[in-house]
């Protein structure tokens, strides 16, 4: 049974008290709520991870880093590298999220190289992918998220692939409140599922998960999740309140 996941990406927000307040607020409510087979997986910036490492200990949710570097060591100011997070023992990690594509020229030959080191060090990596509105208009959404997926995710083996997961997150859908509709969100992720079935084969296909991030909230959530390829989502905006957050962790329930 493949893992059902909500993930918040709290991107560059919130003064370190605010981040504690909020982590807490999520520990707090997430010891009344029974997962099953479901993950929450918390990525705060970098400074406030040992902070967020700290509470999870008592609770129930992982943590990721919402990026990596592409180099393994040494002289690269201001990285941060997987073996410097591995080493303190965190889970998960982000890449390709389409605002480091965006803002920081991140292309899908880095994004490999940030696979490889994920994989190295053995994170979970929330693999992003996603057209942009443009991309959408033209008929080419399912090109374009097939190519990042090739280019970045389908050098793995099958055994380094176990350590993936896919996020789906149309960049017209990110931070504008635009959300894709049910039916977009399992159209893609039905056709995302298919490639992987194509490459690693039907069980490995079944057993990925695949997340929808853009815009998603606790009032969109249940329709969006209730789609049969949609495992969860990676949440933005609504992850920065604790109570819309775990609203949205229930709809993975
Ligand atoms: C994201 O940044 O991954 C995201 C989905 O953002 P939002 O939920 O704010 O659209």
New binding site residues.
Partial sequence: MRLKIVAG?W?MNLDFEEAEDLISAIADELENIDLGHAEVVICPPFPYLEMALDIAIESDFSVGAQNISHFDNGAYTGEVSARMLASMDVDYCIVG?SERRKYFNETDEIIAKKIDQAIEHEFITIFCCGELLSERQAGKHFDVVREQIEKAVFPLSEKEFYNIVIAY?PVW???TGVNATPEQAQEMHAYIRNLIASRYGKDVADETSILY????NSKNAPEIFAQPDVDGG?????SLNADEFIEIVKAIL
């Fill in positions: 990406n991107k999220h997150e859908a990110i931070g991030g853009g815009s998603c990676l949440i933005g905006g609504a």
